[in-house]
């Protein structure tokens, strides 16, 4: 073994302190969904439901970008959380259709290849971000639907549940009031701006969706959601269009959005947010605020959650409030809910 | 009356005669689909008959636009057209799923607002993007799928057709032949490395498409597919993806994609020409090549047809050949089918 002058070894200890330093700090970002969220609407009780859940995701997540772990298993992991969460709309918890139904549609993207997966309109998988991920990882294909999308879950051995699992009462109590309120109206086509007046809960456009960095410098996002309350006619949001609720690239950031989804699509919001990096040259932090300035100009509400390769973080949103939380290396770490002044 | 000063009048007539010269040049460009479309493969005969279908199609969407009528209006009317010939993989004449229907995909966005509509899966609708243009105009959704896409034509009085309309003798022969091929692999999950071995016209990516500038000057992109021969499991590519397959946007430009729809998916295609001329102040020629480069390097293959807010054009590809027509208001008009080496 040749031994190092001590010059050369001065080099190289100073280069593994760099490469110490500079590689990539651990960070996971999620959220519950943006909306009407106002804390004259919500009882303490109910505030302090909604931090826990959204804390044990995030540390679940975080646990896993700690240990070492990939971008992509840190978001599986706490949105798989948040879909069985009767909390929020997304897996278990999830609104119900016009046929009194779950059907959900979930999407996850790994920033290293720009690898996708998304399903939309699944009424079994337990988990639809865990068969977006296969989408992704075990076919040569990107987004697959409805009976298709569980078929290809049956080849995998995908355990199914009922459509019953996904239904809380909290929700279907929810979905009478709406079809009340559409009946008393005489308009059976559709229930978007009626829904947004019933109530704190219902006004919200509830998802769910994670974006991490790992150690090793790669970025993953992921989305899951229950779309609309008595949404009809086989409707798909942005949460399973890549580009528009979801996207991820090492070489921008990672991205999931929350919100009015019709406009998010329009906007093609997540990966605009990285078009404006990549080709505007702008800081994460600038790229998503004109991003979310840009789908209000348009008309629509929500918000996005964002991360990017060295660790800043974006949670830019023109609703009274989001669910949120945050984990950086540095310790940093919170809870939010409500808007900056809605204190 | 007010009599106009001689100076006054010169201004006026001046500024009539600039915004006549300034009025914008009606543009259309359309697409039969990209692939391995070699000379070598087709038949003078055949030749002849791709030639007559797609000047068919772009006489009939540029009658629109020299009558003075929407960017809009032209798409639809020439996409139409496109889908109700045989010869191209939409509407009649689209290839077989792997249970022998066809199961079609079609998009729509105006340029003006970004308003879209798009329809995934649907069987019985022979214009698919006539019904996407129903999503976009007459429903406050974007993407509607499968039977619900159906439901809501039903509500419109939309004419349906039996699935049986839409499959040829030819794509049902070349359906057999690729689930020969996949019985013959003993590989029942996904076909598409051996469709693209079985003959020229089975390896084309067939999708159709035009994007329009009009008088206006508003631009209109439009596509339509029926996606992948033998496909499976609800499988929906990237042409009723917003932003992926059709994208417009007046203050850059009009996008209709052709090609292995995962990448495109993956590489939001359609809206990074749109940022990369946006934020990067890129031509539309030079946005429309780097992003069909970036999607070879991604694995990627096929193409798009783009328009811009001036009246310029770009057809890249990255396949031997790709089905396309454009007319200019200088006269300048082509159809053409091969490579620029396949002479």
């Known amino acids: 073994m040749k031994i ?22 651990p960070t996971l970002v999620i959220h519950g969904g943006a909306g009407v969220i106002l804390r004259a609407d919500m009882s303490p009780g109910q505030e302090s439901e909604y931090r826990a859940a959204l804390q044990a ?37 999830a609104v119900l259709n016009a046929e009194g139904a779950c059907e959900l549609d979930a999407a996850i993207m790994d920033g290293r290849d720009r690898a996708a997966g998304a399903v939309a309109g699944v009424r079994h998988i ?56 559409e009946a008393r109206r005489q308009d059976t086509t559709f229930l978007e701006e009626k829904v947004r007046l019933d109530g704190p809960d219902e006004r ?87 991003v979310i300035a840009g789908v209000g100009e348009l008309g629509g509400t929500g918000g996005v959650i964002a991360v990017d390769a060295r660790g800043h973080i974006a949670l830019p949103f023109n609703t009274p409030g989001m669910y949120r939380a945050w984990r950086k290396s540095t310790g940093e770490s919170a809870v939010e809910i409500f808007g900056a002044g809605d204190r």
């Open 4 to 25: 190092m002058s001590a010059p050369r070894l001065l080099v190289f200890l100073l280069g593994c302190m760099t490469a110490a330093t500079a590689s990539p700090p």
């Open 204 to 290: 919200k456009f509830g998802t769910v969706g994670a974006v991490a960095l790992d150690r090793h410098g790669n970025l993953a996002a992921a989305t899951s959601t229950g779309g609309m309350t008595n949404k009809k006619y086989g409707r798909v949001g942005d949460s399973p269009v890549i580009g528009a609720g979801t996207y991820a690239d090492n070489r921008t950031c990672a991205v999931s959005a929350t919100g009015h989804g019709e406009f998010f699509i329009r906007a093609v919001v997540a990966h605009d947010i990285a078009a404006r990096m990549a080709h505007r040259g702008e800081t994460l932090a600038e790229a998503a605020a004109a």
């Open 126 to 181: 337990r988990n639809p971000v865990r068969l977006a991920r296969d989408v992704m990882e075990q076919s040569p294909h990107v987004m697959l639907t409805g009976e298709g999308a569980e078929q290809f879950a049956a080849t995998l051995g995908h355990a199914t549940v009922p459509n019953d699992y996904f239904i809380t009462e909290r929700r279907r109590a929810q979905w009478e009031r709406a079809r009340e309120l």
């Open 57 to 93: 995701a995030l540390d679940a997540g975080y646990a896993v970008l700690e240990a070492g772990g990939a971008a992509l298993d840190a978001v599986t992991t706490a949105v798989v959380l948040l879909e069985d969460c009767p909390l929020f709309n997304a897996g278990r918890g």
